[in-house]
């Protein structure tokens, strides 16, 4: 897990008085049944409108739109590109290729069937941050981390159903793919992007489609002209193997983001709920292709507004109400896990991290049979493309 500290701190941090922002934490702290200030369940997504193959020109396209007027575009282009091989390696015997298969070369690039993670370039852009803003360098590496990994297998064999999506990039051991993915959030964001951009481009990947391949072996690649017969990079199914539910499918990934607040975990969060929150997780899954699991990709922790936000000041310590009779019954609380004492009703900002057993507890609502990451997917896939 990789510790960023993000400059836009979660992404514009909403003006909310120390009061509220007490009120709101109590609230999401409830033990068992927190109070969201939308009414939803902790597990519970926003609700959204989905839409694929909508950009001419593209391989493939999607629109994600939220309630709340937040939309972003993907689409997707890709080109035919030379793969770079090594002299050293073109020279090697058949079965020293197949073990040099996996080594990159000087210039980055790979001469096998595995793919290299350069092949995928993703560009976003947000209203009013530049291109080389944190925000939006930060949100597209991690996004294309995972993108690129490959699935395991689980040593099946299964070569088909194998491999991420650099794989499904190579044409032969001289020409690949290369896709680029620009981006585009429509609006100012209300909340803390990422979930919807994974969406979003998630879709786009799954109406992705390539041209049918009619050369054969290490022939220079030619390409059938009709796009009916063009091949999605992601299958919708798998013909010889018909006999497999989707759930086995190999599927591009998706980042969820995930809060804890107090002892609660909750999902999909607002950008008031980020703003007290205790800490904030990407964790981004992807169906392993040999099982009906889940596998965990990428995971990463974003520095929570609520570190930099300052604390209230209880009138015990207010000079001007010194004395005061409300001052006199105000009954302070000592935290026992950060020794701090906690007026009701005043906000104080977390100190500290958090406890490993909370960061396990919000993998594992990910992660488990039935749990977020599989109503996600089964949601995703329910889509119609094409």
């Known amino acids: 897990m990789a510790a960023q500290r993000q400059a836009s701190s979660a992404s514009q941090t909403p003006h909310i008085?120390?009061?509220?922002?007490?009120?709101?934490?109590?609230?999401?702290?409830?033990?068992?049944?927190?109070?969201?200030?939308?009414?939803?369940?902790?597990?519970?997504?926003?609700?959204?409108?989905?839409?694929?193959?909508?950009?001419?020109?593209?391989?493939?396209?999607?629109?994600?739109?939220?309630?709340?007027?937040?939309?972003?575009?993907?689409?997707?282009?890709?080109?035919?590109?030379?793969?770079?091989?090594?002299?050293?390696?073109?020279?090697?015997?058949?079965?020293?290729?197949?073990?040099?298969?996996?080594?990159?070369?000087?210039?980055?690039?790979?001469?096998?069937?595995?793919?290299?993670?350069?092949?995928?370039?993703?560009?976003?852009?947000?209203?009013g941050f530049r291109d080389d803003d944190?925000?939006?360098?930060?949100?597209?590496?991690?996004?294309?981390?995972?993108?690129?990994?490959?699935?395991?297998?689980?040593?099946?064999?299964?070569?088909?159903?194998?491999?991420?999506?650099?794989?499904?990039?190579?044409?032969?051991?001289?020409?690949?793919w290369r896709l680029y993915i620009d981006v585009l959030l429509l609006s100012q964001p209300q909340s803390y992007p990422l979930p919807l951009l994974s969406l979003t481009t998630h879709l786009a990947l799954l109406s992705t489609r390539l041209p049918k391949l009619k050369s054969k072996g290490e022939e220079d690649p030619f390409f059938d002209d009709d796009w009916g017969a063009a091949e999605y990079i992601y299958p919708r199914a798998l013909k010889s193997k018909s006999h497999l539910s989707p759930s086995h499918q190999v599927r591009p990934p998706v980042t969820l983001l995930v809060i804890s607040v107090g002892e609660n975990v909750i999902f999909d969060p607002s950008r008031e709920e980020i703003a007290v929150a205790d800490t904030v997780l990407a964790v981004s899954v992807a169906r392993d292709s040999d099982s009906d699991t889940l596998k965990l990709l990428s995971m990463r922790t974003i520095d929570?507004?609520?570190?930099?936000?300052?604390?209230?000041?209880?009138?015990?310590e207010n000079v001007a109400t010194l004395g005061s009779t409300a001052a006199a019954e105000e009954a302070a609380i000592l935290n026992p896990s950060t020794g701090e004492e906690e007026v009701p009703g005043v906000w104080r900002p977390r100190r500290g991290g958090v406890k490993r057993s909370t960061i396990a507890r919000m993998v594992k609502l990910v992660l488990q049979k039935g749990g977020v990451g599989e109503e996600v997917l089964e949601g995703l896939e329910g889509v119609e493309v094409g």
């Open 17 to 127: 008085s120390p009061a509220e922002l007490s009120y709101l934490y109590t609230s999401l702290a409830l033990p068992g049944s927190p109070i969201r200030p939308d009414g939803r369940s902790p597990t519970q997504f926003r609700p959204l409108t989905a839409e694929t193959d909508i950009l001419p020109g593209t391989n493939g396209s999607a629109r994600v739109g939220f309630a709340d007027g937040t939309q972003a575009i993907v689409g997707v282009k890709a080109e035919v590109e030379k793969t770079v091989v090594t002299a050293d390696a073109l020279k090697l015997p058949q079965q020293a290729k197949d073990d040099y298969a996996g080594n990159e070369d000087g210039d980055g690039n790979q001469g096998s069937s595995t793919g290299h993670g350069s092949w995928v370039q993703m560009s976003i852009e947000i209203p």
């Open 304 to 316: 929570p507004p609520s570190r930099l936000t300052q604390p209230g000041v209880a009138n015990s």
């Open 134 to 176: 944190a925000l939006p360098v930060f949100l597209s590496e991690m996004m294309r981390e995972p993108l690129v990994e490959s699935v395991s297998n689980g040593g099946s064999g299964n070569d088909e159903m194998a491999g991420g999506l650099k794989k499904r990039l190579v044409i032969n051991k001289r020409w690949h």
